[in-house]
Nanobody, 114 residues
Framework: QDLLVESGGGVVQPGGSLRLSCAVS????????MGWYRQAPGKERELVAG???????TYADSVKGRFTISRSRAENVLSLQMNSVKHEDTAVYYC????????WGRGTQVTVSS
């Protein structure tokens, strides 16, 4: 069983919205940090948004004001609400969790296309 399983990816038009989810197979607050990363073709994987155990969040400049990271301890789910998406948001999105060890999900494809 994978520890992190992403879902919610798909094709969305520019200006549209999409919500990604990462199902976690243990207490989500057992991690010191969690985050969403993305990797576009030919580019390096980059941080999109992160959330720490104390609830503090961080965002890449390119998504500030458009994306929101959140978590649900009751459901053990990490989410990424993506609004006003742009062509450049097209990438595979990965969920990451850190607690001494680093864990990655397998990713979910997001394609922004008209």
């Amino acid at each position: 069983q994978d520890l992190l399983v992403e879902s919610g990816g798909g094709v969305v038009q520019p200006g549209g919205s999409l919500r990604l989810s990462c199902a976690v197979s243990r207490d989500i607050l057992s991690f010191s940090a969690m985050g969403w990363y993305r990797q576009a073709p030919g580019k390096e994987r980059e941080l999109v948004a992160g959330i720490y155990a104390n609830g503090a969040t961080t965002y890449a400049d390119s998504v500030k004001g458009r994306f929101t990271i959140s978590r649900s301890r009751a459901e053990n789910v990490l989410s990424l609400q993506m609004n006003s998406v742009k062509h450049e948001d097209t990438a595979v999105y990965y969920c990451k969790a850190t607690s001494g060890w680093v864990y990655w999900g397998r990713g979910t494809q997001v394609t922004v296309s008209s």
